[in-house]
């Protein structure tokens, strides 16, 4: 399994804003030395609390601060944008981070940015596909591409500069259905699955994270595609936090957590991480989602644990992605991902290495 850190980025509005950019550029500098495989960046434009309005810039920035880690757009929101436009910078930008750049999109789930952009409930859905297919030819066709569509229209549109991988790799997050699931799997692409997705939803229309492997696997075996891969381009993204013990753990976050729910609760999101459509709000308490999304929160045993209990239920899948959150301070949160990398991610590596030198310690002390 890979490990990454998903960041909104989450930052309340009675922060500095112009600092919340510098932590959260020392984060990923931070990530890359810990041996994080990946960081993606968000995209919004309302709301006051997740205030990066275009991600490519921040990844621009911190590519020239780190050499190894893969930088995500986490999620280019495609409806509310010229997709010729979006292929063309993220082309560029794959080129300013040497091919390190995982082309991330998404349909804008946020509704105070639908509402801000105008965008129709039965509109977004549509641009999205429809933007999804020209950006990748515009990626991938050498000729010049014609398209005559319901919302876009172009002639011999071509990239002056084209991606700088070969296949550049293309995701897309999936929030209210199946169909983005379904069609990664299908075209072999990255599906992104939220962090507030149940592992298990009994009653519920919004789908959780069995529907979305389900809906993965059957885009693969449609198209005859290897489901052991299919699985290996999935993220999984999780809330997670690491302490000594559990109950340290969320006294901790106990303030930060209120803060960030409530603001997504306000939202109207609180539909999207309920197991029982019928289950009111109100009962949405943290101890309540630490227990039924889950989250991943306690000692690094307790993190271990949690998290084989979701490869348990839902199998395998490539990569965790851990929220990131802005729920302490930047000494505790470091802290957290230090204890997440140290304890908890050699549980789930190849690490044979550690278990020879274990070996020979063994044989010193006349152990073995």
């Not at 309302?46 to 275009?54: D, F």
């Not at 910078?89 to 080129?95: M, V, Y």
């Not at 929030?175 to 592992?199: D, K, Q």
């Not at 943290?286 to 644990?305: A, H, K, Q, R, Y």
Request: charged content about 25%.
């Amino acid at each position: 399994m890979k490990f990454g850190i998903f960041t909104m980025p989450e930052h309340p509005p009675r922060e500095n804003w112009t600092l919340s950019y510098d932590r959260d550029l020392a984060d990923i500098v931070l990530a890359e030395s810990l041996g994080f495989d990946e960081y993606w960046i968000g995209e919004h434009h309302t709301g006051g609390y997740e205030n990066v309005p275009m991600p490519e810039l921040m990844i621009a920035k911190a590519a020239g601060m780190t050499s190894r880690i893969r930088l995500g757009t986490g999620v280019v929101n495609l409806p509310y944008q010229d997709p010729f436009l979006v292929a063309e910078r993220l082309a560029f930008l794959d080129h300013l981070t040497h091919g390190r750049l995982i082309y991330g999109f998404g349909g804008g789930g946020l509704p105070t940015d639908k509402a801000l952009f105008q965008m129709a409930p039965d509109e977004a859905t549509p641009r999205t596909n429809e933007s999804l297919e020209i950006i990748w030819r515009l990626l991938t066709e050498p000729d010049p591409v014609t398209h005559e569509g319901v919302f876009w229209h172009y002639e011999e549109r071509q990239l002056q500069v084209g991606p700088y991988q070969v296949v550049p790799p293309m995701a897309v997050a999936g929030l209210t259905g199946t169909h983005n699931f379904e069609r990664c799997g299908n075209h072999g692409w990255i599906p992104l699955s939220v962090y507030f997705a149940p592992l298990v939803a009994e009653n519920s229309p919004v789908p959780d994270l069995a529907a979305h492997r389900d809906a993965i696997l059957k885009g693969a075996a449609d198209a005859s595609l290897d489901p052991d891969v299919a699985r290996a381009n999935w993220r999984i993204s999780r809330e997670v936090y690491v302490a000594a013990n559990k109950n340290q753990a969320m006294n901790e976050i106990r303030e930060g957590v209120q803060r960030s729910y409530d603001y997504l609760l306000g939202l109207g999101l609180g539909a999207l991480m309920k197991r029982d459509a019928d289950m009111p709000d109100a009962d949405l308490t943290f101890e309540w989602m630490t227990e039924n999304i889950p989250w991943i929160i306690g000692s690094p045993e307790d993190c271990v644990e949690q998290i084989h209990h979701i490869r348990e239920e839902i199998g395998d899948f490539g990569t965790f992605l851990i929220n990131g959150r802005d729920w302490v301070t930047t000494d505790l949160w470091n802290r957290s991902l230090e204890l997440f990398a140290r304890y908890v991610m050699p549980q789930f590596q190849d690490h044979q290495h550690m278990a020879r030198r274990d070996r020979l310690a063994r044989k010193a002390l006349g152990l073995d």
